[in-house]
């Protein structure tokens, strides 16, 4: 009985070592898993109401927001700004160059801006069906970064 509860003890305590080993291996992995998290527009939505608003109005790609066949990297704010779980906390928002050290992608430039919108309307891309992408006549149709 002694020996078998020592036996027990034993396999516990190696148990116990291997886990402390896979411990920062295990917290590693949760963790990228945790930076690359899309949250969805609806967290946005809370900080920045307006734009919400023009990306609801913004029906194509707000269509796509909705369809369930669409992972979330293809969509909402998130598919243009980046996954937003890292960068999302106010005090990490305000300051601009910590929010793209958390992973916010922003557009300083027509060349940035058209980039993005050619990742997804290329004649090849299985999510849309777009055959010919016009970048200022499209640039104009959408709403919240169209020209104030
Ligand atoms: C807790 C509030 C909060 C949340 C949630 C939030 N933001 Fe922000 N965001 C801010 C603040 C504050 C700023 C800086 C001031 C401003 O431009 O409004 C900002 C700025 C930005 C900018 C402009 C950066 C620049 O300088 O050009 C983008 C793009 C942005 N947020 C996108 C997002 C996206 C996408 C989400 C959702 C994944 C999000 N934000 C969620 C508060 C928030
Ligand atoms: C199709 C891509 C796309 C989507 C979707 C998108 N954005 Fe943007 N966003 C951009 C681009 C491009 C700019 C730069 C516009 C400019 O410089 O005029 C921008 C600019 C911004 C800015 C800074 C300029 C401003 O108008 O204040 C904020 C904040 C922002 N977006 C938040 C959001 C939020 C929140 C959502 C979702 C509700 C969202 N974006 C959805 C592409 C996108
Ligand atoms: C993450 C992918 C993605 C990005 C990035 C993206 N779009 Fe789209 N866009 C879509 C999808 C999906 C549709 C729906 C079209 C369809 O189903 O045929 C769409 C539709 C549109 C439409 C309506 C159809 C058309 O061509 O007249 C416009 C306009 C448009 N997008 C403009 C833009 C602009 C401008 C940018 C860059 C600022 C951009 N999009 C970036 C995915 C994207």
């Known amino acids: 009985m002694t020996r078998q509860r020592h036996g027990v003890m034993a396999f516990g305590g190696t148990f116990f070592l291997i886990l402390l ?6 917290t590693q992995e949760k963790r990228t898993a945790q930076e690359t998290a899309y949250v969805g ?12 608003e023009a990306f609801r109005k913004d029906t194509p ?31 990490i928002m305000k ?12 557009y300083e430039n027509e060349e940035a801006i058209k980039a993005l919108c050619l990742k997804c309307h290329k004649k090849d891309n299985p999510y849309h069906s777009v055959p010919e992408f016009n970048f200022n006549i499209a640039w104009k149709s959408i709403s919240h970064y169209a020209p104030k």
């Open 95 to 106: 300051d601009r160059n910590l929010a793209k050290q958390n992973g916010l992608i922003i």
């Open 21 to 26: 080993f896979c411990l920062p291996a295990l």
């Open 41 to 52: 527009a609806d967290t946005c939505k809370a900080c920045h109401p307006e734009l919400f």
């Open 61 to 91: 790609h707000w269509k796509s927001y909705e369809d369930p066949k669409i992972p979330p990297e293809r969509k909402g704010c998130e598919a243009c700004h980046g996954a937003g779980s890292d960068y999302k906390a106010m005090n």
